[in-house]
């Protein structure tokens, strides 16, 4: 079976698998009311307004009569309906009524099975025996149409795949993810924490995620300099004249914070950096001599996301861009993309994320700007790929309004894809602005301006290294990069020693001085995956060594303090 044919057969099993669960529902809990029951990425859902609590028993009780349903081997039936009829047959279920409402337009079709109908489009398979190996996960709350004030349903999550052994592999996955959750091991690492009194998605950040930060973001700034970016610093609010002239207050308002009235004015919270960036652009007269300018800022923005969706560090109410916007040339256009693109590359490599998928995203439907204009840019990011050697998918018409774009996903240890790059030209705001430069004929000229993240928030980042690595980050990220530890507490002064002589020569020690025994302190160590623990006792003591273990298990038994330092020190440099 091709790879298309068979992704669209699996989706419309697993959908088929939701109906199969929403009768067995049916049969289960009498006055049962239906939402909807989608496919999503390796699974599907349904949401249910019951009259109880779902629990674990009950999903137990739901997957055996599923089951049931499954050999019973019944096939799914599609009719065409009009209006009437389809209010007819649904007129115990208010949420599906709502749904006909909204699509009396066009055409009706319902699906039934069994004992149960459902409003589908479809597809589906031809029968419920078709249905291969399923398993329920979880119970969730979802508000009805995803919107606060409407009713909170109960969504039941499911999986299914072609054979028993794919479904055994998708849960071990889950399981290992689980295993990974940055949310569970933020505890056990002492990383970060909400709190109510702060309020949902605004994260404190404790020492030992400071440090792994810290180090990220010098790394981050040495490289841009490098580069050719100079780094700027802009402020956490603006006025809303700054913001209806963007058109944030037009297109973005559902997702900024309220205002703030100050001086007579009111004053959003930033949900984007660009305004000002833009603004440092048009500070002075430009030449075309001064292009490309490249401005760079680790920006924190603020954007009001929903309740359902906030999850750790991966979807945060106040989040960190490493974001840059480049004020260009045509004739630099291609030059600069694929700066953009090496650079990504260069980072996303440091930090062991060498897996990824391209895409190319084009014009859309509607869409600002010249369409000469979007042809230059959409070629500049063709050749920019192309001179790379580059593989990239093209999202036909899926680029933003304002420009098309480059997106670079990586994938992590459990092969899970994470949106990190984008390169985006915008042809909104530099005419919004009225952008200009000089050039080589002495007339003004629009100049191409490109949006740029490469790692995109720092918070997601971390999230995900954190998912990656399981915690054990590596020696150049690690938080603490290395354990001093005493055997008795006559050595406690020499690890002390060599704690200060380790921090001198710029790593990340600790000495563990307490009165606990020498094994148990060993194994927090390990825990709190630390690269390396040194113990040190009279033999150490007497000859300036170090009994280097690693926090797999490894013993590499005692070598001197300074071939230690070496070898630590090459790790860190090559960030191994």
Known sequence: M??????????????????????????????????????????????????????????????????????????????????????????????????????????LSIYRQGGFTDLCRGPHVESTGRVG???????????????????????????????????????????????????????????????????????????????ARTVIEDFWRNEHYRRGYEIVYTPHIGRALLWERSGHLTYFTDDMYPPMKLDNADYYLKPMNCPFHILI???????????????????????????????????????????????????????EVIACIDLSFFLLGAFGLHEYEIYLSTRPGKAVGEAQAWEDATRALRQALARRG??????EGGGSFYGPKIDIKIKDALGRSWQCTTIQFDFNLPERFGLTYVGEDGQEHRPYMIHRALLGSLERFLG??????????PVWLAPVQAVVVPIADRHNDYARRVEAHLREQGLRAEADTRSERMNLKIREAQLQKVPYMLVVGDAEMAGEKVALRLRSGENRGPLPLEEFLRLACEDVAARR
């Open 2 to 107: 091709a790879g298309e044919e068979r992704d669209g057969r699996l989706e419309a099993m697993r959908h088929s698998a939701s109906h199969v669960m929403a009768e067995a529902v049916q049969a289960l809990f009498s006055g049962a009311k239906f939402g909807i029951g989608p496919t999503v990425q390796d699974g599907f859902y349904y949401d249910f307004d019951l009259p109880q609590p779902l629990t674990p028993e009950d999903l137990e009780a739901i997957e055996a009569r599923m089951k049931e349903i499954v050999a019973a081997d019944l096939p799914f039936e599609r009719e065409q309906v009009d209006v009437a009829t389809a209010r007819r047959v649904f007129a115990d279920q208010p949420y599906k009524l709502e749904l006909i409402e909204e699509l009396q337009d066009g055409p």
């Open 390 to 395: 580059l593989p990239y998918a093209v999202d």
């Open 464 to 473: 995900v290294l954190i998912e990656h690595y399981g915690g054990a980050l």
């Open 133 to 211: 190996a399923f398993k329920l996960l979880s119970v969730a709350g979802a508000y009805w149409r995803g919107e606060e004030t409407r009713p909170m349903l109960q969504r039941i999550y499911g999986t299914a795949f072609f054979t028993q052994q794919e479904l055994e592999d998708h849960l071990h996955r889950l399981e290992e993810a689980a295993r990974r959750d940055h949310r569970r091991l933020a505890k056990d690492l002492d990383l970060f924490s909400i709190h109510p009194e702060v309020g949902a998605g605004l994260l404190l950040y404790h020492p030992k995620l400071g440090r």
């Open 281 to 335: 652009y048009k500070s002075a007269l430009r030449s075309y001599r001064e292009l490309p300018m490249r401005l760079a800022e680790l920006g924190t923005v603020y954007r009001y996301e929903r309740p359902g969706v906030l999850h750790g560090l991966l979807r945060t109410r106040g989040f960190t861009q490493d974001d840059a916007h480049i004020f260009c040339r045509p004739d630099q256009m291609e030059d």
